[in-house]
């Protein structure tokens, strides 16, 4: 029986159930915190008690296991990930390791690696292996997912350098690979074709955000690839709508894609990105939140003529196809 690494140890894929392939449990820069918060508007304890509640509700929803591709760049910080799965039962929490750029490689691995002043082997490579095989830092807890990203602004440099590391990593682990990218900016493609040149199995790659697109050619040629669309951004209505979203998604049920779509909300306990305070993120996404798939989206995929075998492939048949590992 294959198994996946979660934050409370190896869980049997069959066992995964309904799974949210894209959330965040939190966004938060140690460095932001440090300099800014310490004392101030942080609050390790409170934080920590809050996200607590919001994944209990979740569990109370119907769904079985997160996965988290919060990674360097983001504020990955496993010892809180394991306080809060502690405190949650019946919540399989699946962590990534990667690195997220939208532009350059991160400054300590600018000056090691193939062609740099120090040269010597990608040291990029050598971190997202040991977070695979090793664990990450000392908390014993092992990644089971790669994650990078493809903005607007395309295959820079240092997106590119990334984006090999991983695919590296990916043929010598068989860990799949999660990749942000930009819909507006279809980088979908530019993220499908690098991999698939690095010798990525594409059936093992989420095409992060994909579900910000409507444009149903572009999501066909994606999903032909072999790939899975991440249709994951529920509640960011700013950005696509959700009846827009609902959509899609059923045209693409109709078109026989439902095994080529997870779901999620790309949604967080906490996250810094709109500063500190809270309150400000409801007030501006007031859908964004680990519930919203539950109590509206699947009734509203069901009103558009989906089924509960669809939906069922969605949420629980594709995400252990994905993590179920092959060689
Ligand atoms: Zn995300």
């Keep these: 029986m294959p198994t996946v690494e979660t934050v409370g140890g190896p869980v049997d894929v069959a066992a995964l159930g309904a799974t949210l392939m894209h959330e965040h449990v939190f966004v938060l820069s ?30 109370a929803c119907g769904i079985d296991t997160i996965v988290d591709p919060t990674v360097w760049g983001l504020g990955r910080y496993i010892p809180r990930i394991q306080r809060i799965s502690a405190q949650v039962a019946g919540l399989n929490i699946i962590v990534a390791t990667g690195v997220y750029t939208y532009h ?10 193939p062609g740099t002043i120090l040269g010597g082997p990608e040291p990029l490579v050598a971190d997202f292996t040991r977070d695979i095989v090793e664990g990450i830092g000392d908390t014993g807890v092992r990644a089971a997912l790669l994650k990078c990203c493809v903005e607007e602004y395309g295959l820079t ?58 444009d149903l050619d572009y999501l066909m040629e994606l999903a032909d690839t072999g790939a899975i669309l991440g ?20 045209a693409l049920c109709d078109r026989g894609y439902a095994d080529r779509m997870v779901l999620s909300h790309d949604a967080s306990c906490y996250m810094d990105w709109f500063g500190p305070d809270p309150e400000i993120r409801p007030a501006v996404a007031p859908n964004w939140h680990y519930r919203h798939i539950s109590d509206d989206v699947l009734p509203a995929l069901r009103a558009q003529g989906v089924t509960d075998a669809q939906l069922d492939q969605m949420l629980a048949g594709n995400p252990r196809r994905y993590f179920a590992k092959v060689g």
């Design 30 to 59: 140690t460095e932001y915190v440090q300099n800014y918060g310490a004392g101030g508007w942080w609050d390790e304890e409170e934080r920590v008690a809050d996200a607590v509640v919001q994944l209990r509700e979740l569990v």
């Design 157 to 214: 440099p240092g997106v590119l350098r990334v984006l090999r590391a991983v695919a590296a990593t990916h043929r010598e682990t068989g860990t799949p690979i999660t990749v942000h990218t930009s819909s507006p900016a279809q980088t979908g493609r530019d993220a499908v074709e690098l991999l698939g040149k690095e010798g990525v199995d594409l059936a093992k790659v989420v095409v992060g955000h994909a579900g910000d697109s409507n």
């Design 104 to 113: 350059e490689a991160p400054f300590q691995v600018r000056h090691r690696g």
């Design 231 to 250: 249709m994951d951004r529920f509640g960011l209505d700013v950005l696509n709508p959700t009846a827009d979203r609902v959509r899609t998604i059923a």
